[in-house]
């Protein structure tokens, strides 16, 4: 498949994080993916993956309309992350081992970095001193998708040291195309996909 208008098509989630959420605590929510995908190759037709070439992060305001306000001074990490990592179809909290949301997992899809506008006052400031700040960390691509095999997919907050002063609201849009794919590679990607 190709990435174009007559083969991609776009899902979506999205979650609050609540004020004070503790640090070192993921907060989490699944996407099943299971009526995209079919790992197992049937005959000529073969075995059938979701090829993820773009994930959008959006880091908002509670109902999602409005950017973070003036005075947040948290920080967190947006991930994608493939496979089963303990959470739900609905919002839920697990202690993920170190490296989960990093380029080092091969279950990352993608992540992006997040930063309030109070952040670099630490809070100290009547707010407002700055901007909040996005780094994209890793993002799959047109040319080179990243292909899931396994029915669920996970958008992931990691707060950093600073809690946010506020609830805010975290949010996802992948734009996505289903895709044939051979024994070998359904193998390959089955044996790496493990959580």
Not at 94 to 104: I, K, M, S
Not at 128 to 141: D, L
Request: proline share 4%; with cysteine.
């Amino acid at each position: 498949m190709t990435y174009d208008l007559k083969n991609v098509f776009y899902l979506d989630t999205n979650f609050d994080v609540p004020a004070a959420q503790a640090a070192g605590t993921e907060r989490g929510r699944t996407l099943d993916i299971s009526a995209y995908i079919d790992p197992v190759a049937k005959g000529r037709s073969g075995a059938v993956g979701l090829a993820i070439y773009k994930v959008h992060f959006d880091w908002s305001e509670t109902e999602g309309n409005a950017p973070v306000g003036p005075t947040e001074d948290g920080a967190g990490r947006g991930g994608l992350l493939v496979g089963d990592y303990g959470y739900s179809n609905t919002t839920s909290d697990v202690v993920q081992e170190q490296l989960t949301l990093c380029v080092a997992n091969q279950n990352l899809i993608a992540a992006q970095d997040f930063f309030g506008p109070d952040y670099a006052e630490g809070g100290a400031g009547a707010g407002g001193g700055g901007f909040a700040y996005e780094n994209e960390i890793m993002m799959p691509s047109k040319e080179v998708p990243y292909v899931a095999v396994r029915d669920t997919l996970n958008l992931v907050w990691g707060t950093s040291a600073t809690a946010m002063k506020t609830t805010t609201n975290i949010s996802v849009r992948l734009e996505v195309a289903q895709i044939k794919l051979g024994s070998d590679v359904v193998n390959q990607l089955l044996r790496t996909q493990t959580a």
